[in-house]
Each structure stands twice: as structure tokens, then as C-alpha cells.
């Protein structure tokens, strides 16, 4: 079935909760990263971008945090909805600095469930 | 039209067989990849078009995978000879700049099943 081959991380919340999904990203030298929603059976849809220069920024209902220390990004979603629902992923980028500044590569991604 | 379009949405090939999978991107956007989606996984990077130039193919598993742009707007990626291992979601992206990831748009996938 459909549960085979998936380990995705998983959160479950309640409508109206605050959401915080983690993501630990690879490579030091990324300096432009990207979060990512994906609904069963279409592609992935932007949500929020930060630079490296930058630890935070917030849009409507979501906010990105950035700790370059630890190499950690968190989207954090306000007031969650049941159309928050889908597997969110955040991507990294070299820049320039890596010659391939037009490549995304991926993290594993994290299910999240809300609960009306 | 206002977004990404790929086609077919699904997909089930016999191994040995070769597929053809199409990606209409939008109207005017210089550069095209295609990522490739493992169940349960992120995509991974396949292939960089600029225009109708293939900048960056490093990302093909094997040579039985070919793309191609060849008049800079509709792209095709090829498979040949298909194994078990090539089933996955095969999505097409494009951004309206040159070497630029901002602003890419995924379309919806193609899902090939290899039986």
C-alpha cells in the first residue's frame, strides 16, 4: 500500500494550533534556502525563502528561522488550518559561491496532519 | 497556459520499454529542470536547460535517461529501456531567469510505474 517506502517524519496537530517543522539541511556553504508544500499528486508549491544572512522572516502565517551554527531551519505556521495539511519540505541552494546557483536539493520532507 | 504542464499524469511501462515524458513549461521562462521524486522522498535534480541549451546533466541516473529542449520552450524527458528503479515522480520546473532558482514553478508530475 501506500504506507510502504514511506518514513517520512510525521506531525499531527489540531486546527488552530501553532505548527514548528524542523529541518536539518546539509551543506555549509548554502546561503539561500527554501520552504516547500506538496498536496498529494501536484508538484511542490513555494511557501517562504530566506537568505543567509538573514536568521528570520515571516510572511502570512508562517514564519523561517535560520541557526547557520547548527545548520537548522524551522518553518513555524500560525493558527494551522486543515488545508495546512501536506508534506513540507525545505531545499537548500549554493549561490553563486557554488557555481550551480540555479540547483535545489532537497530534504526529506515532513507530514503534517491537522486535526479539525 | 498559467502554470507548468506535464503530461502524461501517469504512467505504467513493462521493464525494457521506453518512455516519453512531456513538459510544457510557461510561456517565456528561459530556464527548465526536471527532478526526479522517489516514494516518500524529496526530488532529486536531474537536468538544467537554458533555453534550448543543456547546461547541467549530471544529475541523470544512467545514460538510458535523455532530455531535451530543442526549440527552448516544450521539453521531453526520455527513458530507455525502463527498470524497476526508474518508477517515480517525475516533476518539470521552470523559472522565468537564466541560473536562478528563485521563482521556480513545479508542475504536477509524472508518475511512472514500472511493472
Known amino acids: 500500500g501506500e504506507s510502504v517506502g514511506l518514513h517520512l517524519p510525521t506531525l499531527s496537530v489540531q486546527e488552530g494550533d501553532n505548527s514548528i517543522i524542523n529541518c536539518a539541511y546539509s551543506?555549509?556553504?548554502?546561503?539561500?534556502f527554501i520552504w516547500y508544500k506538496q498536496e498529494s499528486g501536484k508538484g511542490p508549491q513555494f511557501i517562504i525563502d530566506?537568505?543567509?544572512?538573514?536568521d528570520k522572516r515571516q510572511g502570512q502565517r508562517v514564519t523561517v528561522l535560520l541557526n547557520k551554527t547548527v545548520k537548522h531551519l524551522s518553518l513555524q505556521i500560525a493558527a494551522t488550518q486543515p488545508g495546512d495539511s501536506a508534506v513540507y519540505f525545505c531545499?537548500?541552494?549554493?549561490?553563486?559561491?557554488?557555481?550551480?546557483?540555479?540547483?535545489?536539493?532537497f530534504g526529506k520532507g515532513t507530514l503534517l496532519t491537522v486535526n479539525p | 497556459g498559467a502554470g507548468v504542464s506535464q503530461s502524461p499524469r501517469y504512467k505504467v511501462a513493462k521493464r525494457g520499454q521506453d518512455v516519453a515524458l512531456r513538459c510544457d513549461p510557461i510561456?517565456?521562462?528561459?530556464?527548465l529542470f526536471w527532478y526526479q521524486q522517489a516514494l516518500g522522498q524529496g526530488p532529486e535534480f536531474l537536468t538544467y536547460?537554458?533555453?534550448?541549451?543543456?547546461?547541467?546533466k549530471s544529475g541523470l541516473p544512467s545514460d538510458r535517461f535523455f532530455a531535451e529542449r530543442p526549440e527552448g520552450s516544450v521539453s521531453t524527458l526520455k527513458i530507455q529501456r525502463t527498470q524497476q528503479e526508474d518508477s517515480a515522480v517525475y516533476l518539470c520546473?521552470?523559472?522565468?531567469?537564466?541560473?536562478?532558482?528563485?521563482?521556480?514553478?513545479f508542475g504536477s508530475g509524472t508518475r511512472l510505474t514500472v511493472v
Open positions: 520546473a521552470s523559472s522565468l531567469k537564466r541560473d536562478r532558482v528563485y521563482g521556480y514553478t
Open positions: 551543506n555549509s556553504a548554502s546561503d539561500y
Open positions: 530566506i537568505r543567509s544572512n538573514m
Open positions: 531545499a537548500e541552494n549554493l549561490g553563486n559561491s557554488g557555481g550551480s546557483n540555479y540547483k535545489l536539493t
Open positions: 510561456s517565456g521562462h528561459v530556464s
Open positions: 536547460f537554458q533555453n534550448e541549451a543543456q547546461l547541467d
